[in-house]
């Protein structure tokens, strides 16, 4: 009715000539204020040029408490005598009274928290949602500041009054979205709020409207995708069983928990322990938890210890129903639990009364179960919901398989690594021919054991082979094929044969065994090998490789060098032949092999990579196990992405004095003789007492070559660790064993000497063979 009843004349010019009632109702100034003033100047905003008629329309009237009105004016002439305008009369038309009706309502009812603010950002209106939202009444919103009111319930204020002053100063409509934690007055909530101007008659801005949508649920099921997302990348990044549930445990708090715990049964812990299916009242190990600090005294269970579930605990019935459990306050079996843990943990009582809700999920992977993982809420948060609960159930279950998959690979590694140990020599045989130091580091990345190994082997006549190689790949399967070229070596180095013949043989062995499988793995049965024999009386290093690296040599002088080798092509290509190489070592000679993982880094040059192997190698040191450590501190990777292998070898001679030959002529009457000198000598070296058993096996090999074999015959004794006799002729015929019947008159020559020496046998030479026999002396 006041819009009705309100009016005002003016002149011609615009001035006010009169104000009545009903406009001074309107806008708050009395007749006195307003007559005589333009009427522009009660106009808010810009407002367009021209007669007072042009005040006709929608406009915007800035009210006496500053605040705007809009209303809808009808500027209409006052004809003078003339018939022309002498002055005009301003109406407020009043509203179509069932559009405004329908218009209010719809901003009244609107499910949206709406609001109308001016440019000072204060409430001209609000509906009957953001009332509710806001939790006051109606007076008691109307005229406040809108940063004002919005902090009073825990939203940002500063950030809803920068907004609204942008929409104000830039006339642009502004959307973005806040949030309230669950301590605030309006709970845990999300807010996607949108602010747009309201212009005038001139276009100015003169309101800003603000509407806030609840988007919440919107928000909470972002941040299950996102924690899902993250945990994708972040859990399992390692094959550590702990690690792996620590992650898990970052992952739940503090944005998923108050409190988070990992148990694992011991069987997942333990490589060598088998699965078991546990008992139901069965302890888990704590392996990972994790609180927020605020209201937390300490964990009543420790990192490593036992944690036995009551049945009528959360994580006691996820692992006995094999689903998640969700429980809180109210539910019997939850009260009792917590009276259980008041019981066992009187100091946490104060916190177990905040828990508003726990989570428990069993970790299962592959029909398996390894565990469980319990979460707990503590108010003011929300109580765990359905979606949390398949939240944790898919975040455990991406766990589980990543704690199953790092517990196969430990398991894995140690099985490698205890075959591996086994294969390799545990205690290097006792010889002279070199002193020997050597280091083996089994790989710790993702890929697992590789199939590197060494072997120091004892030959006759005092020589030692010293063997490295690498099998491609790794785990398992590579260490099982380490284990059978291990075993080729060992048979074919006791056959005697040179490095380029061994490795020929190896070679085939290894093309055969590919053969055996799926042609796809040829490749994974592909290896290196380095083969070298030493012989500490000539002081002859002969060797030969198949695809692996070089030796280095450390001279007495201190000068290092790799041994220029002609590299063959690596074991199971087949078809290409080998080479050997020879060179003799002053005695004090150091002799380095190693595999490939000692030297190969993809930040460093190979080249590089050996000079310093060559440096390290001249460092001074005060024993061969010294001079591993600092080789494989100074030259070894940062983090190596292979096993590496390393065996140094100090080279010994043997003097003339400790070796003694004869030529045998081709007679058996000189046999005699033969067995007189030999005698004479071992009286020389003190051997007096194993004269015998020496004569009987010499007199034996002696006729046997002159029997059977061809000349040159010759004769050689060797004083080193063990007696060692010698007998060689030009015959290519290996001797062996026969049983010998009761009447024959022969037949029991090798017999005798198999028992009455250590050991004995036969090797090819360029000339013929040599048949030796080795006796044990008495310790000096």
């Not at 069983?241 to 409190?259: G, M, N, Q, S």
């Not at 398996?368 to 944790?392: E, F, I, N």
């Not at 070898?649 to 400790?658: F, K, M, N, Q």
Request: charged share 20%.
């Amino acid at each position: 009715m006041e819009q009705a009843s309100a009016a005002a004349t003016l002149d011609v010019h615009g001035t006010v000539t009169g104000w009545s009632e009903g406009a001074r109702r309107l806008t708050g100034y009395p007749a006195e204020e307003a007559v005589g003033r333009p009427a522009r100047d009660l106009l808010a905003g810009v407002v367009p040029p021209g007669p007072p008629a042009a005040l006709s329309g929608t406009v915007l009237l800035r009210h006496r408490d500053g605040s705007t009105v809009a209303l809808t004016l009808r500027a209409s002439p006052l004809l003078g005598v003339t018939g022309t305008p002498a002055g005009y009369m301003v109406t407020v038309e009043p509203p179509d009274s069932e559009t405004f009706l329908l218009t209010g309502e719809v901003f009244r009812q609107a499910s949206l928290a709406m609001s109308v603010h001016d440019t000072r950002h204060r409430y001209l209106r609000v509906n009957e949602a953001a009332r509710r939202m806001l939790g006051m009444p109606e007076e008691d919103i109307i005229g406040r500041r809108l940063p004002d009111v919005i902090e009073a319930v825990d939203l940002d204020g500063v950030q809803i009054g920068v907004h609204l002053r942008q929409v104000v100063d830039t006339g642009r409509p502004v959307r973005y979205e806040t949030f309230t934690s669950a301590s605030s007055r309006l709970g845990e909530h999300a807010w996607v709020i949108e602010m747009w101007p309201v212009r005038d008659a001139s276009g100015e801005v003169a309101a800003v409207v603000a509407a806030g949508f609840e988007s919440t649920d919107q928000h909470r099921a972002h941040q299950r995708l996102t924690l899902l997302s993250e945990a994708a990348t972040g859990i399992g990044t390692t094959l550590d069983v702990v690690r792996t549930t620590e992650e898990l445990i970052e992952f739940l708090v503090p944005r998923f928990a108050d409190f988070a715990a990992v148990n694992l049964f011991d069987w997942v812990l333990d490589t060598e322990r088998p699965f078991v299916v546990p008992a139901e009242d069965a302890g888990l190990r704590r392996v990972a938890h994790s609180v927020t600090t605020d209201g937390f005294p300490r964990a009543s269970v420790h990192l490593g210890e036992i944690d036995v579930h009551p049945p009528c605990s959360a994580s006691a019935q996820a692992l006995r129903e094999g689903r998640p459990v969700r429980t809180g306050p109210g539910d019997p079996d939850f009260d009792r639990w917590m009276r259980i843990r008041n019981e066992q943990a009187p100091h946490n009582r104060a916190y177990r009364e905040r828990v508003c809700s726990a989570l428990a999920v069993p970790l299962m992977a592959r029909g398996t179960t390894l565990g469980v993982v319990l979460a707990v809420r503590t108010r003011p948060q929300a109580p765990y919901a359905d979606d949390d609960a398949v939240l944790m159930q898919e975040l455990a279950s991406r766990a589980a398989v990543c704690v199953d998959n790092a517990r196969r690979f430990a398991r894995e590694r140690a099985t490698a690594l205890v075959l591996q140990h086994s294969l390799q020599p545990r205690g290097l045989p006792g010889q002279a021919a070199v002193e020997v130091a050597h280091r083996y580091l089994p790989s710790v990345s993702a890929a697992g054991i590789g199939g590197d190994w060494f072997d120091v082997i004892p030959l006759s006549g005092s020589r030692v082979a010293l063997v490295v190689g690498d099998v491609v790949g790794h785990g398992i399967p590579s260490t099982a094929t380490m284990g059978r070229l291990c075993t080729a070596v060992r048979t074919l180095a006791d056959v005697d044969l040179p490095p380029d013949e061994l490795l020929t043989h190896l070679d085939d062995l290894v093309t055969h065994l590919a053969a055996g499988d799926d042609g796809a793995e040829i490749a994974e049965l592909g290896a290196t090998c380095l083969y070298t024999v030493y012989d500490p009386v000539t002081r002859v290093l002969t060797l030969a490789a198949a695809g692996h690296p070089a030796p280095a040599v450390v001279l007495p002088d201190g000068t290092a060098q790799l041994v220029p080798v002609t590299a063959g092509p690596p074991l199971g290509v087949g078809g290409l032949p080998f080479e050997a190489t020879e060179l003799v070592l002053p005695e004090g000679s150091v002799v380095a092999l190693y595999t490939d993982g000692l030297l190969d880094d993809r930040d460093r040059d190979v080249d590089h990579a050996a000079a310093e192997l060559c440096r390290a190698l001249t460092a001074p040191a005060n024993s061969l196990d010294a001079l591993c450590d600092s080789v494989l501190k100074a030259v070894m990777p940062e983090e190596p992405g292979d096993d590496v292998a390393l065996l140094l070898a100090c080279t010994r001679a043997l003097g003339t004095d400790r070796i003694r030959t004869w030529d045998v002529r081709s007679d058996p009457a000189h046999v005699a003789a033969v067995r007189r000198d030999v005698v004479e000598q071992l009286g020389e070296w003190g051997l007096g007492e194993e004269a015998f058993v020496t004569e009987l096996v010499v007199s034996e090999l002696v006729t046997n070559a002159i029997r059977y074999g061809e000349p040159p015959i010759q004769l050689r004794l060797i004083r080193d660790t063990t007696l060692i006799c010698e007998v060689s002729d030009g015959s290519a015929t290996s001797p062996h064993l026969r049983r010998a019947h009761a009447y024959d008159e022969g037949g029991r020559g090798l017999l005798l000497v198999a028992q009455l020496t250590q050991r004995w046998g036969s090797r090819q030479t360029s000339s013929g063979k040599t048949i030796w026999a080795e006796q044990p002396l008495p310790a000096q």
